[in-house]
């Protein structure tokens, strides 16, 4: 158990919707990083926060917004959801602001139909 | 370009004998490299990393890295596999200049460990 957790676990919805993934950090960690893992584009890099504030961009789709609240956990929103979206969520969090070893989440599974 | 490739998508190796999975960097100044491991179903676990000093760094569950400056290459090693090594492994670099950085991961390596 790395001691991120995520929620939900599985999310099926239709197009166009809107939805949030949660994630919390492992204690003390104030970084947390978001990634997108399909079997077409691998694991790609969303977005890092780093203590509530945003630190580090990657591949991350305009539709596709993320923060980090006071108490460190973070949410991940997807809007105008596409087929092409469905794919494994990770949330990672690591002590500092540098991308040193990170302790990954569960994932959440999000099936667009 | 800041880059990471794995060339193999799978390794087979029988159990007992030494496995490789190989990995090389593209990325200016001194690289930071790591190596996590995916189980089915689960989140990626971080192995080892590189980032200064012994080129032969030791990590997780047995298994090592050596880190070759010349050939900018980054393999993670075992001595002996176990079926229960098979899972998919994933090499990172960290790049990025100033108080910015970023990790870029490699596309995976499956490795299947045969009874």
């Known amino acids: 158990d790395s001691g991120v957790t995520q929620t939900p676990k599985h999310l099926i919805t239709a197009t166009g919707q809107r939805v949030t993934l949660r994630c919390s950090p492992r204690s003390g960690d104030l970084s947390v990083y978001w990634y997108q893992q399909s079997l077409d584009q691998g694991l790609q890099f969303l977005i890092q926060y780093y203590n509530g504030e945003e630190r580090a961009k990657g591949n991350i789709l305009e539709r596709f917004s993320a923060q980090q609240f006071p108490d460190l956990h973070s949410e991940l929103n997807l809007s105008s959801l596409e087929l092409g979206d469905s794919a494994l969520y990770f949330c990672?969090?690591?002590?500092?602001?540098?991308?040193?070893?990170?302790?990954f989440g569960p994932g959440t599974r999000l099936t667009v139909t | 370009a800041q880059s990471v490739a794995q060339p193999e998508d799978q390794v087979n190796v029988a159990e007992g004998n030494p496995l490789t999975v190989k990995c090389t960097y593209s990325v200016s100044g001194n690289p930071y490299l790591f190596w996590y491991v995916q189980y089915p179903n689960r989140g990626l676990q971080f192995l080892l990393k590189?980032?200064?000093?012994d080129n032969l760094v030791k990590g997780s569950y047995g298994f090592e890295a050596e880190f070759n400056k010349s050939q900018t290459s980054f393999h993670l090693k075992k001595p002996s596999a176990l079926v229960s090594d098979s899972a998919l492994y994933f090499c990172?670099?960290?790049w990025g200049s100033g108080g910015y950085q970023k990790v870029t991961f490699g596309t995976g390596t499956k490795l299947q460990v045969i009874p």
């Open positions: 590189y980032i200064t000093g």
């Open positions: 990672a969090s690591s002590e500092g602001p540098e991308p040193g070893e990170q302790y």
């Open positions: 990172a670099v960290r």
